[in-house]
C-alpha cells in the first residue's frame, strides 16, 4: 500500500453554492460523511485530515513580503486535506471520483507522499 | 460516529435564529439569520473531517455565539446592540436549555402571527424563519414565484422587525389572545400540506410534518395546551395517518374510497384518537374539535361501507354553525349524499347560498359530476368534470379528473370522494 494525500480545491463560489438553504446544507454534509465513511470503510484513510480556513497569508521571497490569502493567482483554495491509503496512483485517482468537492466543479488534487524508505 | 440527523439544519436553523433573536432583539433578525449560516457554513466546512459532534445542536449553538461575538466586536459601533448583549451570549446557561429553546421558538411563533400581516404572511414566516425553509421552499410548498414569496417575506420581516420587541410569552392574557391566530396558522400549514395545489408530494408531506412539530411545542405549554389546540393537535394526527395512502405506487392521487385503510398509519390514528379526547375537556367547542370528530369517524370505519355517514352529517351541521363557509356547505352535501342518495345531495349543492364562491374550486365540479354520475346521468357528469379538469391546479388532479371522464364514458358510477381539513 502507497500513501496519497487529497488536497480539495474550490473557488469561494463554489464553496458558497454548496451551502445555501439548510436543506442544501443537508445534502451537501450528507454527500461528504458518505463519501468519507465509503472510504474508512474500505480501509483507505490513513488520517481523515484537517479543514483549512480559506484565508491566511502569504510570506514570500527573501523580502519576506506578507501578503493577505486569498490568492490572487489562484482560483481554487485548498479547502482540506485528508491521508488515503491506495495501491497505487491509478486507484488512488479512481477512488477520488466520488469527491463531492467534484458535484460544485471543484478539483481534487491527489499526490503520491513520496516515500523515504531506501 | 455520530449520525446526521434527518433535516437537522432546518430544525436547527428555526431553533438557533429564535433563541438569538430573544437575545439580539428583534429589530436584529437579520444578524441573527446571518450568524447561523454562518456557523452551518462551519459546520460544512469541519465535519466531514472530523465527523458529527456528539451534541450537533450544542455545537451549532457555540459556533453561532462566537460569530456573534466576533460581529459584535468589529462592528460594535455600527450596530445599536445593547450593551448586555455580548454579556448573555457569553453566559452558557440561558442559551441551551431545552425549555429556554422550546419557549424562544414559541416567542417566535407568536411573533410571527403579528396581527398586520396577513394569515398567508404568518404562514410563510413560520415556515421561513421557525421551518428552515428557503425562499425558493416557501414558493414550492405554495405554487408561487421566487419574487412574490421574497416579496412577502420582505414585508412580514420588515413588520416584524419593527414591532418593539418580540411577543412576550409570559402575560398570560396577551398569550392567549394571539393563541387563535396561531392555532389558524398551524392549521393552514398543515392543510396546503395536506390539499395544496403543489405537484411536489415530498414538500407536502414536510408542511404537514412541520406543522405537527410544532403543534407539539405548543402543547408542551402549559397556558397553550388548551382543549382547542389538542383538537387541532388530534386533527392533524388523524389526517397525516392517511397521508401514505393519498397517493399510490405511481404517484397518483387516491380519493379516500380506494385508500387502502390497512395502511392507515396506526401510531398516528391512535395518538389523534388520544388527543381527541383529551380536547373534550372544557365547554369550548371549536372548528378544530369538529374536524378532529369528523376524521375519527372517518377512521372508524375498518371498511369505507361502515362509514356512520348520519353522524358524518350531523357533525357537518355543527361545524357550519361554528365556521359557516361553502367549502364546509359543500362537503356536507356530499356526506348527506351518502347518506341519502346523489338526488338528495345535488338538492343540497344547489342549495348552497353562496355557491358561486365555489365555481373556481375544481372539487366543486367534480363533486356535482359525481353525484351526477351516480343517478345516471353520465352526459352531465362528464360536463362537469370538464369543468373541474379546466381548473385543475396540477398533473395529479388532472390525471385523476381524466380518468373519472373515462368513467362517465365506461357509463360506471364510483364510490366517494377525497375528504381532508374543510377549508380551501
Given amino acids: 500500500m502507497s500513501e496519497f494525500i487529497y488536497l480539495y480545491r474550490s473557488t469561494n463560489e463554489a464553496s458558497r453554492a454548496a451551502m445555501g438553504s439548510p436543506e442544501q446544507m443537508q445534502k451537501s454534509m450528507q454527500t461528504w460523511m458518505a463519501w468519507m465513511k465509503q472510504l474508512a470503510d474500505k480501509g483507505h484513510i490513513k488520517s481523515p485530515g484537517h479543514p483549512l480556513e480559506r484565508s491566511g497569508k502569504l510570506v514570500k521571497g527573501k523580502q519576506r513580503t506578507i501578503t493577505d490569502g486569498p490568492y490572487a493567482e489562484s482560483k481554487d483554495i485548498i479547502g482540506g486535506y485528508t491521508l488515503i491509503e491506495a495501491k497505487d496512483l491509478a486507484e488512488a485517482v479512481e477512488l477520488s471520483k466520488g469527491c463531492p468537492v467534484l458535484e460544485g466543479g471543484g478539483v481534487v488534487e491527489v499526490r503520491p507522499v513520496l516515500q523515504t524508505g531506501m | ?424
Fill in chain 2, 1 to 424: 460516529m455520530t449520525e446526521l440527523h434527518e433535516h437537522l439544519f432546518r430544525r436547527e436553523a428555526g431553533r438557533l435564529v429564535a433563541t438569538l433573536t430573544r437575545i439580539f432583539g428583534v429589530e436584529h433578525l437579520a444578524l441573527a439569520e446571518d450568524v447561523v449560516q454562518d456557523a452551518f457554513c462551519r459546520a460544512l466546512e469541519v465535519w466531514p473531517f472530523r465527523g458529527v459532534p456528539d451534541n450537533p445542536s450544542a455545537w451549532l449553538m457555540a459556533t453561532a455565539k462566537h460569530r456573534a461575538l466576533d460581529v459584535l466586536r468589529r462592528e460594535r459601533t455600527a450596530r445599536t446592540l445593547a450593551p448586555d448583549v455580548a454579556r448573555a451570549l457569553e453566559s452558557d446557561e440561558q442559551l441551551v436549555t431545552e425549555d429556554a429553546i422550546r419557549d424562544d421558538q414559541l416567542r417566535m411563533m407568536f411573533s410571527c402571527c403579528h396581527p398586520q400581516l396577513s394569515e398567508a404572511g404568518q404562514v410563510a414566516l413560520i415556515l421561513h424563519i421557525l421551518c428552515g425553509f428557503s425562499v425558493d421552499e416557501v414558493a414550492g410548498a405554495f405554487v408561487s414565484t421566487h419574487a412574490g414569496v421574497e416579496k412577502r417575506l420582505t414585508r412580514a420581516k420588515q413588520v416584524l422587525a419593527g414591532s418593539e420587541r418580540l411577543f412576550e410569552i409570559a402575560d398570560r392574557a396577551d398569550f392567549t389572545a394571539r393563541l387563535p391566530a396561531v392555532q389558524r396558522a398551524l392549521y393552514l400549514l398543515f392543510n396546503e400540506g395536506y390539499h395544496g395545489a403543489s405537484p411536489e408530494a415530498a414538500v407536502r408531506a414536510e408542511l404537514c410534518r412541520e406543522a405537527l412539530r410544532l403543534s407539539a411545542l405548543l402543547l408542551e405549554h402549559p397556558v397553550a395546551a388548551t382543549p382547542a389546540t389538542h383538537a387541532l393537535a388530534a386533527l392533524m394526527c388523524l389526517h397525516a395517518a392517511r397521508l401514505p395512502t393519498r397517493l399510490d405506487a405511481a404517484g397518483q392521487f387516491r380519493i379516500l374510497a380506494e385508500q387502502d385503510r390497512a395502511r392507515w398509519d396506526p401510531g398516528l390514528l391512535a395518538e389523534g384518537q388520544r388527543l381527541l379526547e383529551r380536547s373534550a375537556s372544557g365547554p369550548e367547542l371549536t372548528e378544530y374539535h369538529v374536524e378532529a370528530a369528523i376524521a375519527a369517524a372517518h377512521a372508524a370505519a375498518p371498511r369505507l361501507e361502515d362509514t356512520n355517514w348520519a353522524q358524518i352529517v350531523s357533525l357537518y351541521d355543527t361545524l357550519l354553525e361554528i365556521r359557516p363557509s361553502p367549502v364546509v356547505a359543500l362537503n356536507r352535501a356530499i356526506a348527506l349524499a351518502e347518506r341519502d342518495g346523489p338526488e338528495r345531495g345535488l338538492a343540497a349543492i344547489g342549495a348552497i347560498a353562496d355557491r358561486e364562491r365555489l365555481a373556481a374550486y375544481p372539487f366543486y365540479h367534480a363533486a356535482l359530476g359525481e353525484l351526477e354520475l351516480r343517478r345516471g346521468n353520465g352526459r352531465g357528469a362528464r360536463g362537469h368534470f370538464r369543468a373541474a379538469l379546466a381548473l385543475a391546479r396540477n398533473a395529479m388532479e388532472r390525471h385523476f379528473l381524466e380518468q373519472r371522464i373515462a368513467a362517465c364514458d365506461a357509463g360506471k358510477a364510483d364510490l366517494a370522494w377525497n375528504r381532508g381539513p374543510s377549508s380551501p
